[in-house]
């Protein structure tokens, strides 16, 4: 089981930029695809962001392409997100998550196994 810690997030205005960060730990990170998810209040979670074991791959949510980047640093264990021309609308608490199987790929929630606690993205307009 692998451990994810995520943090970066904070209020920002509308048209400002955020970069969240996850940390792991606990197993051979670099076998294993990442994604971000998101919840805001009242919905359910969703898909952001998902990016392959060696980066070769990324995929993303219609509504944050060409604003939001994933990207990950295999020697540091670490993913993060990078999002820029940040709306109202992107308010949520952010979940970083790690893929259930090695080198497997997939967008859906139950294609990842392990959760961070979620950090908190706040734009205001």
């Known amino acids: 089981q692998v451990q994810l810690v995520e943090s970066g997030g904070g209020l920002v205005q509308a048209g400002g930029s955020l970069r969240l960060s996850c940390a792991a730990s606990?197993?051979?990170?670099?076998?294993?695809?990442m994604g971000w998810f998101r919840q805001a209040p009242g919905k359910e979670r969703e898909f952001v962001a998902a990016?392959?074991?060696?980066?070769?791959?990324?995929y993303y949510a219609d509504s944050v392409k060409e604003r939001f980047t994933i990207s990950r640093d295999n020697a540091k264990n670490t993913v993060a997100l990078q999002m820029n021309s940040l709306k109202p609308e992107d308010t949520a608490v952010y979940y970083c998550?790690?893929?259930?199987?090695?080198?497997?790929?997939?967008?859906?929630?139950?294609?990842?196994?392990?959760w961070g606690q979620g950090t908190q993205v706040t734009v205001s307009s």
């Open positions: 998550a790690a893929a259930v199987e090695r080198l497997s790929w997939g967008i859906d929630p139950k294609s990842f196994g392990s």
């Open positions: 990016i392959s074991w060696s980066s070769a791959r990324t």
């Open positions: 606990g197993r051979a990170f670099r076998y294993y695809a």
